[in-house]
């Protein structure tokens, strides 16, 4: 017989009624990839952007310009365009992004498969850029002030008013994922949103006594660590919540409680969950190492300007380019091996480069995250060339 104490199983909050959807969905997609043919993606682009402006943009409230889009609202979301085919392509940026209004997402919460789309019905073609997943409940009692939260995150703040937690935030937005645990009466009384008011009026009688526990997931987020990427993965933004809010546990502030978290006995506190918890397999992130033709590349952009000023005759710049790369190569000792030092050739680092600038082509129509992915490699390693003597 053991006189160890059993571990209490936790609970759910207690809740007078709730209602969990996905509040905020923004999607971002390209023009070309709708259109079908053997044209080139600046004409499919073209093709997909008349037909834009006359099947939905001729009848949406413009809204103007902002960060090189041009920006409509309809009834159900607003759509920002680039309607500079190379622009977007050279800063690969997406030419659409699709940002729903809260509104259509409630009234679509039952069948999130249903929210309208203003291309074509390929849910594949649409990348999630933003999701936001929440729980609004009506409860008498306000979790919000006299409980503790227990979570995996390490961040976490509190914004008050007059000594009463109004909100408190877990994560970070930088991080990816962020909760944000808050009263929602007091939001929709101070910011006078009539058409919120109305919608949840209608749906829990009134607003009193509402609060939110919301979770906000960005891209990055949602691809590497959740392995959540176009819309036809939408359904698993709701799993990703559970997994993530299911794991918080809430319980009362109170000398008991406090004995048992200062002599690391949390599994003993009697505590609340805002859901069930689901078991997620997440995706582990990976480190890449930059490639011999990505460096090149990096050099040859970061050192061009230096050696141009220098005075520098033409046919000896990428004699000179080539030494600042095996400098910069020695210098960081990438896998200790001569194999990353490149020989030198009158054409090979033209060649290197053309090759490379060539895959990013080839790519770029294929998975962008190839690009991204490469790009991100070269961070930890800035560009630290040495002034040669000419």
């Known amino acids: 017989m053991t006189n160890s104490k059993p571990i209490i199983k936790d609970e759910l909050l207690i809740l007078a009624d709730s209602v969990h959807y996905i509040e905020t969905l923004f999607l971002q997609t390209n023009l070309h990839s709708h259109i079908k043919g053997e044209l080139s993606n600046d004409k499919k682009h073209q093709i997909g952007l008349s037909e834009l402006y006359d ?118 937005r930088s991080g990816g994922n962020m909760v944000r645990w808050y ?14 008011i109305e919608l949840l009026s209608a749906y829990f009688g009134d607003i009193e006594n509402l609060y939110t526990i919301e979770l906000e997931m960005n891209r990055e987020f949602l691809l590497r660590t959740m392995n959540i990427d176009t819309l036809e ?84 710049i990428n004699k000179e380019l080539l030494t600042i790369v095996n400098d910069y190569l020695r210098e960081i000792d990438i896998g200790g091996s001569d194999d990353l030092v490149i020989s030198y050739e009158p054409t090979t680092l033209t060649e290197e480069i053309k090759s490379m600038r060539e895959k990013h082509e080839r790519v770029r129509g294929v998975n962008d995250l190839l690009i991204v992915e490469s790009n991100k490699a070269m961070k930890p390693y800035p560009f630290k060339g040495k002034k040669k003597k000419l």
């Open 55 to 172: 099947s939905i943009l001729s009848g949406a409230d413009y809204m103007g310009s902002a960060k090189g889009r041009e920006w409509y609202r309809t009834k159900n979301y607003r759509i920002g365009v680039i309607t500079d085919y190379d622009k977007a392509i050279k800063s690969n940026w997406y030419t659409v992004l699709i940002q729903y209004s809260q509104e259509h997402m409630f009234s679509a919460r039952a069948d999130i498969n249903k929210i309208e789309l203003p291309l074509t019905a390929d849910k594949s073609l649409y990348k999630i850029q933003r999701a936001d997943a929440t729980l609004i409940y009506k409860s008498d009692i306000d979790y919000l002030n006299g409980y503790g939260v227990i979570s995996r995150f390490r961040k976490q703040h509190t914004i008050d008013k007059c000594g009463v937690i109004e909100t408190k935030y877990f994560g970070s």
């Open 183 to 196: 009263n929602k009466t007091n939001e929709l009384k101070q910011t006078e949103n009539y058409k919120k």
């Open 233 to 316: 993965d939408v359904a698993k933004v709701k799993e990703a919540y559970k997994n993530i809010i299911g794991a918080m546990r809430i319980y009362e502030l109170n000398s008991t409680n406090e004995k048992l978290l200062n002599s690391n006995n949390r599994s003993r506190i009697k505590a609340f969950k805002f859901s069930e918890w689901l078991d997620y397999k997440r995706r582990e992130k990976k480190r890449y190492k930059p490639s011999k033709a990505y460096l090149v590349d990096r050099m040859k952009k970061s050192s061009f300007k230096y050696i141009e000023s220098m005075g520098v005759k033409d046919e000896d």
